[in-house]
């Protein structure tokens, strides 16, 4: 049984840093590719973050800089390091997964079949 479990969001002023994780289980962590969504209130879910089986990395234009996506294959964990972060960064953030796929697609919720619970993250001017 696919299981995601997020953690580490929380309220954090403008500027300030958050570090967001997904542990997995069920599946062959090291042969998925693993990512990062988001969804505002009243907007769809759009991709923040993938990255592949070999450590390598997409991000969205808006979070190009301020964000970076590690996974460590050997404790099946995901991360979302967030730096300098804008209240325009406020929402709910879902870890994803597509199985059996090492090279990650565009990031479109589409493509991933596997989702998280979400944890919250809320940043304030």
């Known amino acids: 049984q696919v299981q995601l479990v997020e953690s580490g969001g929380g309220s954090v002023q403008s500027g300030g840093s958050l570090r967001l994780s997904c542990a997995a289980s069920g599946f062959t962590y090291s042969r998925a590719c693993m990512a990062w969504f988001r969804q505002a209130p009243g907007k769809e879910r759009e991709g923040v973050a993938s990255?592949?089986?070999?450590?390598?990395?997409r991000y969205a234009d808006s979070v190009k800089g301020r964000f970076t996506i590690s996974r460590d294959n050997a404790q099946n964990t995901l991360y979302l390091q967030m730096n300098n972060l804008k209240p325009e960064d406020t929402a709910m953030y879902y870890c994803?997964?597509?199985?059996?796929?090492?090279?990650?697609?565009?990031?479109?919720?589409?493509?991933?079949?596997?989702w998280g619970q979400g944890t919250q993250v809320t940043v304030s001017s």
């Open positions: 994803a997964a597509r199985l059996g796929a090492p090279s990650c697609p565009p990031m479109w919720a589409a493509f991933f079949g596997s």
């Open positions: 990255i592949s089986y070999d450590n390598t990395p």
